[in-house]
Structures are given as structure tokens and as C-alpha cells.
């Protein structure tokens, strides 16, 4: 099969494999908007957003340190010393995530009066029970991962938590028809049900004796579980803050508004995720031969694949996004934020997997530095531009904190492994999908006349790159 062909059916493979996790966030967001009224769908959703932040951060070291140890081992469920690693590793995440639940819900009252936002105070504490079970259940998964199950990774991290909640969230709907309205009991349960229940399952199936501690452990694992919260702190430099910065500095119906667009646009960060599952693999092992031709050439496909899909999405939403919008109620002030922060999915999507392969080629540290910058440009940025255009600030911002982590990455790539930033052509449609979002931002043309200059412009780049992806058509997959 060629290479053209694996990359592409390798990307709708992995969005059949996430259809669940689209399908729960947005019936979460849809019986959320019934249940609750605007400001406090805004109050909820923020929550959500910062414990979700809290957990993955705590348990990105775990998680890493269970595929760095185990993965030396041919045989981990044959060998006692792995075991016994695996066993510290989940305990002492589920006792950080305990600590984390902890700090949290003290901190919640103080947070909810630094942003001014009452209300938020109860929905932290309950969506914070959660962090210890999330946080366990992610490393317990790992467990797998790095035993090459990956079916039994994707169905207790993913599939059945997603289609638990669904299942959740759909009896909640019936019960709100039948005139029980109980929002706090409904919703966080059906949320921490898919924590918990999981867990259960994921445990009895695999589980592990009680330990803190073992002298199979060394300095080395701890600098590795730094290099583990760096490596997401790198690969997610702005995920959410751009999220918890609206709700600190808007009102609880300004961040719902910023909340839904996101939630719809991340959507359209899935083909760069989806590609990267089987490219950086290939990639770190071309990267690590300087100057290899096959390497740059082959990233540049990379970017190429999820640039096309991505722009794609984004004259699908123009099209249809006020009507998805309409799904969740009053939240026409979405579409242009939902729109710009499309393009900083398109602007990712450009760059490349920057962070991911410095990451595998074992410059984590330059990665983090990547994500640093992005972060102190939102942190700078986020807030200045958010006074004058409110959501559309913020989204403004989140799009140069893109820009300026994936032109890092690329900058280290092209001067430390001779991989170039990207093709000619994606810079030009880059600039034009730019500027006919600009022009729709400032509602200089409308949304069907912006939908169709995009379409035109994707027609524009594939026939001019038809030589170039005739190439790749026809080079095998090695």
C-alpha cells in the first residue's frame, strides 16, 4: 500500500476509533444546554475544563513512566520486577490524584471569588472526585499500552467511559422530559460514573497488591516523570487556558459561548491527532539520520494530509455551524469564534507534528521550550486582546500562540535535523485562508461566499500539487 494511502486510511480508521469521544462531548454539551440555564452551562463547563487540565497534567508523568519501564521488559506479566514497578506507579497516581481532589476543592472557593464567578465553587468540588479515579484509570491503561494491547487501552481510556456517560447523559435527557431537573446530581454523576466505573472494571480485569515504594526505582524514573509533565505541557501548550482565561475574565454567558465553540472546533483538530498515531513512529526513526531526505519529505506529507482535511472542516462549519450552534440554544456569538479558532486548528495542522517528533528524537527539552513560548504569548497576549474583542480576542490569541510554538518546533527541526518548515503551497493557503477569515471576522463578505472561496482555495491546492501527490500515490509504505 502506499504511503498516500496508509496515511489517509490510517486517519479515517482513527476517527471511526474516536466517534465515541465526538459523540458523548457533544451530547454532553447538548443536554447540558437543557438542563442548565446559560450562565451556569458556562459555570459548569469551565469546571470541567480546569479539572480536566489538573488531571491530565498529574497523571502525564505516570502514565509516561509506566511505557518507559515497562517497555523493557519482553515479558511484563511474566516478570515480577515489572509488576511490582506498575503497582508503585498506579498507586502513587491515584494518590496524587487524591492530593490534587484535595487542593482543588480548597482551592475552589478562593478561585470562584478571584473570578468573580459564584456558583462555580460547588461544580469544581463535585467534577474534582474524579481526579484521583481519571488519574489512576489513565495509568492503569498504560499498563496495557506498553504491552502492545492497545484494543484494551482504547476501550478502558476512551470507548467505555465516553459510551458509559452517553448512556448517562441520555437517561438524564429522559428524566428531565418527565420533569426531574436535578443538574448537579445528573450531570456529575453521569461524569464521575464514567470515572469511576472504568476503573472497577480496568482493576478486577488487571489488578495490582498495594505499594508505595520499591527499590527498582531510581533518580532516572524521577527525572523521566518530570520529562513526562514537560512532554504535555510541550504537546498541549495552550489547550485549555484559553478556556479558563474567558472564564476568569468574562462573564459566566461569555464563557459558555467561548466554551461551545471550542468544544465544536477541537473537533477539527482530530486529522493531525489521527495521522501523528502512525507518522511520528516513522518519522523519529528517519529523523535521527541527519540530513535524511526521506525523512523531510515524508513530514511534509504529514502536514499536508491534516492541512486538506482541516481546511475542509472549516468550510463544512462555515456552512453549517450556525445551525449546530442552534442545537445548544442562544449561542449565534460562537460562529466567529468557533470559526478563528478553527484556523488555529488549520495553523497546527500546518506546522506539522514539531513537538511529538523533537519529543521521540529525545529533545524534549526543546520541545518544552516551544510550549513555553506559546504559553507566555496566550498569558500575554490572551488577556490584552480579550478587553478589546472579547471572545474573538481570545481566539485571535490562541491562534498566534499556535503560530509561534509549531514555528519553534519547525525552527529546531529545520536547523537541528534539515526537515523544512512546509510546503510552498500550504503558506500560500495558509495567507488566503487567513484573509477570507479575516474578511468574514469583520463581516466584509458572508459566510456562504467565505465557505466557497475556501472550498476553491482547497481545489486550487490539490490540482496544483497533483505531480507532488501523484509521487506519493505510488511510493510504497516501507
Not at 491503561?141 to 441520555?170: M, S, V
Request: glycine share 6%.
Amino acid at each position: 500500500m502506499s504511503l498516500l494511502k496508509t496515511y489517509t486510511l490510517s486517519s479515517f480508521l482513527s476517527l471511526i476509533a474516536k466517534s465515541s469521544t465526538i459523540v458523548t462531548q457533544l451530547a454532553l454539551l447538548y443536554v447540558a444546554n437543557q438542563m442548565l440555564d446559560k450562565p451556569a452551562f458556562g459555570l459548569f463547563i469551565l469546571a470541567q475544563t480546569i479539572t480536566l487540565t489538573v488531571t491530565m497534567t498529574i497523571s502525564s508523568p505516570w502514565f509516561g513512566l509506566m511505557l518507559y519501564r515497562i517497555t523493557k521488559f519482553e515479558e511484563p506479566e511474566e516478570s515480577a520486577e515489572a509488576q511490582e514497578i506498575a503497582s508503585v506507579f498506579f498507586w502513587l497516581s491515584a494518590l496524587t490524584g487524591f492530593i490534587f481532589l484535595l487542593l482543588v476543592a480548597l482551592a475552589a472557593a478562593p478561585l470562584s471569588a478571584v473570578m468573580n464567578k459564584a456558583g462555580l465553587e460547588l461544580w469544581l468540588i463535585l467534577l474534582a472526585i474524579g481526579i484521583p479515579f481519571d488519574t489512576a484509570r489513565i495509568t492503569l491503561a498504560h499498563w496495557h499500552r506498553a504491552r502492545g494491547d492497545i484494543k484494551t487501552l482504547t476501550f478502558y481510556q476512551e470507548t467505555f467511559p465516553n459510551i458509559l456517560r452517553l448512556l448517562l447523559l441520555f437517561t438524564a435527557y429522559i428524566l428531565l422530559q418527565t420533569g426531574f431537573n436535578a443538574p448537579y446530581i445528573t450531570l456529575c454523576g453521569a461524569w464521575l460514573a464514567g470515572s469511576i466505573i472504568p476503573l472497577i472494571a480496568l482493576f478486577i480485569r488487571r489488578p495490582f497488591p498495594f505499594r508505595l515504594a520499591s527499590k527498582l526505582l531510581t533518580k532516572k524514573d524521577i527525572a523521566q516523570g518530570l520529562h513526562g509533565i514537560s512532554a504535555w505541557l510541550a504537546t498541549e501548550p495552550s489547550r485549555s487556558l484559553d478556556v479558563i482565561l474567558v472564564g476568569a475574565l468574562a462573564s459566566a454567558s461569555a464563557t459558555a459561548d467561548y466554551a461551545t465553540a471550542s468544544r465544536i472546533a477541537r473537533l477539527l483538530t482530530l486529522p493531525k491527532l489521527m495521522i501523528s498515531q502512525l507518522a511520528l513512529p516513522r518519522l523519529g526513526r528517519l529523523a535521527a539520520k541527519e540530513g535524511s531526505a526521506s525523512a523531510a519529505a515524508e513530514y511534509a506529507l504529514v502536514q499536508y494530509i491534516p492541512f486538506v482535511l482541516t481546511l475542509g472542516g472549516i468550510a463544512v462549519l462555515m456552512l453549517i455551524g450556525p445551525f449546530i450552534l442552534s442545537l445548544f440554544g442562544e449561542y449565534q456569538n460562537a460562529f466567529p469564534i468557533m470559526i478563528l479558532l478553527g484556523y488555529a486548528g488549520l495553523v497546527a495542522a500546518a506546522f506539522g507534528t514539531g513537538s511529538g517528533l523533537l519529543g521521540i528524537v529525545g529533545e524534549a527539552e526543546k520541545a518544552l521550550q516551544g510550549g513555553l513560548l506559546g504559553l507566555v504569548t496566550m498569558v500575554i497576549l490572551g488577556p490584552l486582546m480579550a478587553q478589546v474583542w472579547q471572545g474573538e480576542g481570545m481566539a485571535c490569541a490562541f491562534i498566534l500562540s499556535n503560530f509561534v510554538s509549531y514555528f519553534y518546533y519547525s525552527l529546531r527541526l529545520k536547523r537541528d535535523h534539515y526537515i523544512p518548515f512546509m510546503p510552498r503551497s500550504l503558506w500560500a493557503a495558509l495567507f488566503v485562508v487567513g484573509f477570507v477569515t479575516a474578511c468574514f471576522i469583520v463581516t466584509l463578505i458572508n459566510a456562504y461566499l467565505a465557505a466557497f472561496l475556501l472550498l476553491a482555495t482547497l481545489c486550487v491546492q490539490l490540482a496544483l500539487d497533483r505531480q507532488w501527490l501523484t509521487f506519493w500515490k505510488g511510493r510504497s509504505h516501507e
